[in-house]
């Protein structure tokens, strides 16, 4: 089993529409979760970042994390052709200093 | 306000050659990690550094060592080169070391023939 574990995808969406990407991970340890953002031969963006149980909301972006049943979400809300890059889940351990466990990463297609 | 910087942009190295990239991390960090990221994967991490010490140390072989300055910039060093080496190189500030938000640099993308 995969520490971290994406759909690689690709995900395609219509513009407007929300597009729903999900990540799980193994580690019940896990204490910080993040999203990255990658266009194609560019480096990773941080795009949203979520600590706790809940809903976090930021713009257009709302990640969702639920520690019982490991899993943590993005939601992009009226999806726009600017979106469509690969997004990638991080997670960071409990008494893990700064490393970041990836996933490989969902590609996202918004189509006009 | 600049954020990470790396250099270079693009390397190209021969088996067996030792490789030493470079980076400046966003004004106000004061950690530096490393990751490796290989063609269609997510990023690994290499190792981190804080107060110049390595602190914690990922999956990599000891050819793979760095070095943090006392301005905080880093260096990675890739010692007896394999074609496997070949990846995109990153490097990541924060500010503290436990669990922080990580900033990424463009990247040094290394090839090895």
């Known amino acids: 089993q995969k520490e971290v574990e994406q759909n690689s995808g690709p995900l395609s969406v219509p513009e407007g529409a929300i597009a729903s990407l999900n990540c799980t991970y193994s580690d019940r340890g896990s204490q910080s979760f993040f999203w990255y953002r990658q266009y194609s031969g560019k480096s990773p963006e941080l795009i949203m970042f979520i600590y706790s149980n809940g809903d976090k909301e930021d713009g257009r972006f709302t990640a969702q994390l639920n520690k019982a049943s490991q899993y943590v979400s993005l939601l992009i809300r009226d999806s726009q052709p600017s979106d469509s890059a690969t997004y990638l889940c991080?997670?960071?351990?409990?008494?893990?200093?700064?490393?970041?466990?990836f996933g490989t990463g969902t590609q996202l297609k918004v189509e006009l | 306000d600049a954020g990470v910087t790396q250099s270079p942009t693009h390397l190209i190295k021969t088996r067996g050659q030792q490789v030493t990239l470079r980076c400046s991390p966003k004004?106000?960090?004061?950690?530096v990690s490393w990751y490796q990221q290989a063609l269609g994967q997510g990023p690994q991490f290499i190792f981190q550094?804080?107060?110049?010490?390595?602190?914690q140390r990922g999956n990599f072989p000891d050819r793979f060592s760095g070095h943090q300055f006392p301005n905080y910039s880093s260096e990675l060093n890739v010692n007896a080169l394999l074609l496997g080496d070949s990846a995109l190189y990153l490097c990541a500030s924060s500010f503290g070391t436990s669990g922080q938000k990580q900033f990424f640099g463009p990247g040094t993308r290394l090839t090895v023939l």
């Open positions: 004004s106000g960090h004061d950690t």
């Open positions: 991080a997670v960071g351990l409990t008494g893990g200093g700064n490393k970041l466990t």
């Open positions: 550094y804080y107060e110049e010490e390595e602190r």
